[in-house]
């Protein structure tokens, strides 16, 4: 069966490669490579964020949490870390908590902050972790290749639609819209533990360490989809995260970027059939959890073809 995936971010890669290591033969034609997605500018540690339905959210999260456990022993793209997440309100264990190993209560939070949890989540270092997915589809036979569409492609067996927000177009679905992030990047500065503290829905505070940075963020603004850089908003960032991490005040900043989340009330993962009766496994509107959810949407995309 010839299969076409459409898209290469961590949701069409992982998509692909569940395929092509099944025995499928495997193109992946996109408009953006790996390197240029919004898959690139993500933080990418492990946590369910702006996706829904949350019983199939958790099921998916629970495994892509197991999977990235497993490459974390031969992956150096991917790491385990422990963190810490504070919180302005009193909040019951989250629906996935149940996958974590030592989840945590937090005893004595911030100023500003009366609950948190610490716990131990897969970090990926997202310019590393893209080509390596790369890699691994062309050792199974699959291929990538940059093609503008402006529908899905016909001629394949199957066609899987992992375009994110570029589902607008390819799937005609107004209900993906963007939620804009952005973040920062500074030199290593001591730091082993990732942070998470948001005081409000759209100001976000995360502080990821990888291997050769730090990931400092961030934004989550619905609705905007400005990929400029804006210089108040880095300062904003910077300040928040500092208040936390003092020791962000003298790290170099290495770059900035701008991502825009592809958010959809609902993820759509589900098989349907053209007019013309040719099968399409729409796979899109992750929001802020396609590391998160990607090897979880791989296997069910997986058994979706199967079941052809």
């Known amino acids: 069966m010839r299969v076409i995936v459409v898209g290469a971010g961590v949701i069409g890669l992982s998509c692909a490669i569940r395929l092509a290591e099944g025995g499928y033969d495997v193109a992946v034609f996109a408009r953006d490579l790996p390197l ?4 690139s500018v993500a933080a990418a540690i492990w946590y369910p964020y702006l996706s829904a339905p949350e019983d199939r959210v958790a099921g998916w999260s629970r495994t892509s949490y197991e999977e990235f456990a497993k490459l974390a022993e031969i992956e150096p793209s991917v790491q385990l870390r422990h963190g810490r997440e504070f919180l302005t309100g009193r909040t019951p264990d989250p629906r996935w908590a149940d996958v974590l190993p030592d989840l945590t209560r937090v005893g004595s939070p911030p100023e500003g ?6 716990f131990t989540a897969p970090v990926l270092d997202m310019p590393a972790y893209l080509p390596a997915l790369v890699k691994r589809l062309e050792q199974a036979g699959g291929t990538l290749t940059r093609a503008a569409l402006s529908a899905l492609p016909t001629g394949a067996d199957l066609v899987v639609n992992c375009t994110g927000l570029g589902a607008r177009l390819t799937a005609g679905d107004p209900t993906v819209t963007p939620v804009r992030g952005q973040v920062m990047t500074v030199e290593p500065c001591g730091l082993t533990e990732w942070l998470l503290a948001d005081r409000s829905p759209t100001e976000l505070t995360y502080v990821v360490p990888r291997e050769h940075d730090v990931v ?3 934004t989550s603004q619905p609705g905007d989809w400005n990929l400029a850089v804006d210089p108040s908003t880095s300062a904003a960032i910077l300040e928040r995260a500092a ?6 005040r003298k790290a170099k900043i290495i770059r900035q970027r701008v991502g ?3 958010a959809r009330p609902t993820i759509r993962c589900e098989l349907v059939r053209t007019r ?3 099968p399409v496994i729409h796979c899109y509107g992750h929001g802020g ?3 998160t959810l990607s090897w979880g949407c791989a296997d069910e995309v997986f058994e979706l ?3 052809l």
């Open 36 to 39: 240029e997605t919004t898959s």
């Open 113 to 118: 902050f009366v609950d948190g949890w610490s």
């Open 216 to 218: 400092v963020g961030g």
């Open 243 to 248: 208040e936390l991490v003092p020791q962000l």
């Open 260 to 262: 825009l989340r592809p």
């Open 276 to 278: 013309t009766g040719e």
């Open 289 to 291: 959890s396609g590391v």
């Open 305 to 307: 073809v199967q079941g």
